[in-house]
């Protein structure tokens, strides 16, 4: 079967994009930060003394119409882009779900399909998350998933985690930690270029997670995985590393100096990332924000000589076209309310990339 008739095929973060998944802010809420992993999710590095001061529960209407509208105007313009956007069912994120081992008063948001579900070449792998209230989140995306399988992709999931406490550890100034008690990672850990795969070890992605996504990409083809440590230790990599074509690199300087820069990537050309141009307005400085200011650098490839970046930057946007990269300015507005980019919302489901060797 050829890669344009293959119902799942993508390598990469940069080639040609065919096919998309845009989430949805629909139902989004924000869960309880009494749940240990919520804490380690949503906010790890604020004090639990200061976690009661954090409005719970469902996000205010004005958030999700306002998202709507701008993750709507994001799916017209890749759909005359030529890209086929295709989106999650809706989830009711209020139902409230259990296990023998916890309770959860609810779900999150299906905003970030990318974050629990990985496409490494023609297969679809479920992730395991170590957050609880997003146990159910991906049944969103399984009519689309069961699509995809009958049309010859395959379909993984990783090891369903039970979550318990023991999971969830403390530093010494007692936040929260992702211990070893089983695999777990998030999807948005992970990066891909071709043969190689990049997985970042923190707090939304463990030792045994990267063990776990090792032995499975073995089955998959010549494929080489490349821990991340040390790097972020907080949650998902593509607010710090961003590939943007073969050679070209963006990067977080406030994580990654000069003489950190991933082995793998050494031989490549560095853009620093500038940092966020911040418009007075509390849409766009939220008290209580998911996502930190560099959630500016969480762009979104459609092919290597065009992205998606936030309207509002642009310092990024003149870097890019210096770079001879075509850039269309979009917003979100309330992309650090809801904790992701352009990056975070679209899962690319078919790129024209291959197997490739980028690295020699």
Known sequence: MSASARPVHSWDEFSTLREVVVGSALGARLPAQTDPSAWLSCYPSTPAGELAAIPVGPYEARVVEETEEDLAVLAETLTELGVTVRRPEPIDHAAE????????????????????????????????SP?????????????????????????????????????????????????????????????????????????????????????????????????????????HIDSTIALLRPGLVLLNPERISPDRVPAALRGWDVLWCPPAE?????????????????????????????????????????????????VMPHRLRHSRVLGGGFHCVTLDIRRDGGLEDYLG
Request: glycine content about 10%.
């Open 97 to 128: 779900f259990a296990t023998p081992l916890w309770r959860a008063e609810g779900g999150f948001h299906s905003y970030c399909p990318r974050d629990l579900s990985l496409v490494v070449g023609e297969t679809v792998i479920e992730v395991a």
């Open 278 to 326: 911040v418009p007075v307005g509390p849409a766009d400085a939220p008290v209580h924000a998911l996502s930190e200011s560099w959630i500016s650098m969480n762009l979104l490839m459609v092919s290597p000589e065009l992205a998606i970046v936030e309207s509002g930057q642009p310092a990024l946007v003149k870097m890019l076209e210096h770079a001879g990269i075509t």
């Open 131 to 235: 957050m609880r209230a997003r146990y159910f989140e991906v049944f969103g995306l399984r009519p689309l998933f069961q699509e995809y399988l009958a049309g010859g992709a395959r379909w993984l999931c990783a090891p369903r985690p039970r979550l318990a406490d023991e999971l969830f550890e403390y530093d010494a100034e007692g936040l929260p930690l992702l211990g070893e008690s089983e695999p777990v990672f998030d999807a948005a850990n992970v990066l891909r270029l071709g043969r190689d795969v990049f997985y970042q070890v923190s707090r939304s992605g463990n030792e045994l997670g990267l063990r776990w996504l090792e032995s499975t990409l073995g089955l998959l083809g010549d494929l080489r995985l490349h821990p991340l440590r040390g790097i972020y230790g907080y949650t």
